[in-house]
C-alpha cells in the first residue's frame, strides 16, 4: 500500500536519505525544507498546515536540535497541526541522552498520535557533512572532552530504521536508541580519517572554554556556540551514552556500519582532500 509521507528536514543529513528510500519503494513523498513546494519553515507556522494537507505520516527532525529552548512548544504546536490534518503517526529523531529532546519525545508520546521514536547517538557524518570537516581538511582538530568514547552511528543505518518504522505498524509505540557497534574517542577517530586518507591531521585536546574561544573568533554564531557546549557539557558524557546497543540489529537484522567501513567510502569520495 502506497502512502502519503512527509520528510521534515527532508534535505538534511538524515532526511534526504529517508526521502530516496521511501521515493525507491515507490511511496508518495513530500519534501518538508523552506525551499519545497509547499513549503515548511519551522520559524513559520504558518506553513505548517499546507505541507501536512493529505499527509497520513510524517518524520520529524528540528532544526537546529530538540535542545533549544522552546522546542517542545514548537514540536506540540506541530502535533496538533498534524492532528487537525489527519495524519495519523510520527516518527520522531531525537538525541540520545538529552534530557530536553526527552521532553520533546513525551509530547509526541502524549500526543495521541502512533509514534516511534529513534534516539540516535552522535553521526559518523559530522565529520565530513557538518562542524567537524572544516578542520579536518586544515589538518588540525582542537576538540574538547579527549577521553570520552562515543559509538557513532551512521546517518545510512538510522535512514534504514526511520523507513522501517514509518511503514511497519509493529515499531508503533516503541523508543529505540541507535548506536554504532564500536567505541572511539575523537583521538582514534581523527587516527582513522588520517590514516584512510593518506594525510598528517594532527589532534590536540583543549578546554570547552578555549574551544568556545576558538569558534567565538571564527564568526561562528552565538546560538550555534550555545548548542556546542550544551553537547558537549550534557550530552557527550551523559551517563550511558557509552553503551552500545543491539536495536539497529534487532530492527534491520543486520549489523550497524562500523566507523571503519564509514571512513573507508567517505575518503573515496574526496571530501577530506583540502
Excluded at 531525537?94 to 502524549?110: L, N, P, T, Y
Excluded at 551514552?241 to 534491520?252: A, H, P, T
Aim: net charge neutral.
Amino acid at each position: 500500500m502506497k502512502t502519503n509521507i512527509l520528510v521534515i528536514g527532508g534535505t538534511g543529513k538524515t532526511g534526504r536519505k529517508v526521502v530516496k528510500k521511501l521515493q525507491s519503494k515507490n511511496h508518495r513523498v513530500r519534501v518538508g525544507s523552506r525551499n519545497a513546494n509547499p513549503p515548511f519553515d519551522w520559524q513559520d507556522s504558518n506553513t505548517w498546515q499546507a505541507a501536512l494537507a493529505g499527509i497520513e505520516k510524517v518524520y520529524v527532525t528540528f532544526q537546529p536540535d530538540l535542545a533549544v529552548p522552546g522546542a517542545a512548544d514548537t514540536i506540540e504546536a506541530l502535533t496538533r497541526q498534524a492532528q487537525k490534518s489527519g495524519t495519523k503517526k510520527v516518527v520522531l529523531l531525537s538525541g540520545k541522552g538529552e534530557k530536553e529532546a526527552e521532553r520533546c519525545e513525551q509530547v509526541v508520546i502524549h500526543s495521541g498520535l502512533d509514534y516511534t521514536i529513534v534516539r540516535a547517538n552522535w553521526f559518523n557524518q559530522n565529520f565530513s557533512e557538518s562542524f567537524f570537516l572544516e578542520p579536518i581538511l586544515a589538518g588540525h582538530v582542537m576538540l574538547p572532552k579527549p577521553e570520552t568514547k562515543v559509538p557513532y552511528v551512521d546517518t545510512d543505518d538510522i535512514a534504514d530504521v526511520v523507513v522501517e518504522t514509518l511503514l511497519n505498524e509493529k515499531h508503533n509505540g516503541k523508543i529505540y536508541e541507535l548506536t554504532g557497534p564500536r567505541l572511539l574517542t575523537f583521538k582514534d577517530v581523527i587516527k582513522e580519517i588520517s590514516t584512510a586518507t593518506g594525510r598528517n591531521i594532527q589532534f590536540t585536546p583543549v578546554t570547552l572554554p578555549a574551544y568556545s574561544q576558538t569558534l567565538k573568533d571564527a564568526g561562528v554564531p552565538d546560538d550555534y556556540i550555545w548548542l556546542i557546549n550544551y553537547l558537549f557539557t550534557e550530552v557527550l558524557d551523559a551517563k550511558g551514552n557509552n553503551i552500545i546497543s543491539n536495536d539497529i540489529e534487532k530492527i534491520l537484522a543486520r549489523q550497524p556500519k562500523d566507523f571503519a567501513e564509514y571512513v573507508e567510502e567517505t575518503a573515496k569520495t574526496g571530501v577530506w582532500n583540502p
